[in-house]
């Protein structure tokens, strides 16, 4: 099976007036996408953040669970957020996935938005079930990944789409989805 990493960016992204903006960080996204990335094979979870007092929020956070008391009140949090890493912006998740893998990932971007060539989740799950190029996964948060991010990769999944023709999932529920379809069971 392939490598599989997770990148939930804070910047560069949009809010929803399309300004470039940067997103807080929440305790909710740092456990549940764990959670997720620990379910799916995920090999880690990157939260990205150029804010410093954000970052100092993550460190506690991921301390908490990892050495403080969470560590002996859930074993599997720990477990799940031991997947979890903090960085600064996309350019340093690359690098820090490079010098563990010995070779550039592929980037592939997410979007609600409809439009251009996109990945299927079919095709990603295929290249995920052979052995090869490590594939970043890459998650917005406010308004979605800027055209900075999604122009940077390699491929951009294609949206969930849904029943209704509404299209604004939180950024965990849109990663539940997609990581059920490309490493789910069926």
Do not use: C
């Not at 959670?35 to 979870?45: G, M």
């Amino acid at each position: 099976m392939g490598d599989l990493y997770l990148a939930l960016l804070h910047h560069p992204v949009y809010d929803k007036n399309g300004a470039v903006v940067t997103t807080a960080v929440t305790n909710l996204d740092v456990h549940d996408l764990g959670r997720l990335a620990r379910t799916y094979d995920v090999r880690a979870l990157y939260v990205a953040t150029p804010v410093p007092t954000l970052r100092r929020l993550v460190e506690r956070i991921m301390r908490h669970w990892d050495t403080g008391p969470g560590a002996a009140y859930n074993h599997t949090r720990k477990e799940a957020l031991a997947l979890a890493r903090l960085s600064t912006d996309l350019d340093a998740v690359i690098a820090d996935i490079e010098r563990e893998a010995g070779v550039l990932p592929r980037l592939i971007a997410t979007t609600a938005r409809e439009g251009g060539r996109r990945l299927s989740f079919a095709e990603l799950r295929r290249r995920l079930a052979e052995p090869g190029r490590p594939e970043l996964l890459i998650l917005g948060t406010g308004w979605g990944l800027t055209e900075e991010v999604t122009g940077r990769a390699d491929d951009v999944l294609e949206p969930i789409r849904g029943v209704s023709g509404w299209n604004h999932l939180s950024v965990r529920s849109a990663a539940a989805v997609i990581l059920d379809r490309v490493r789910g069971d069926r």
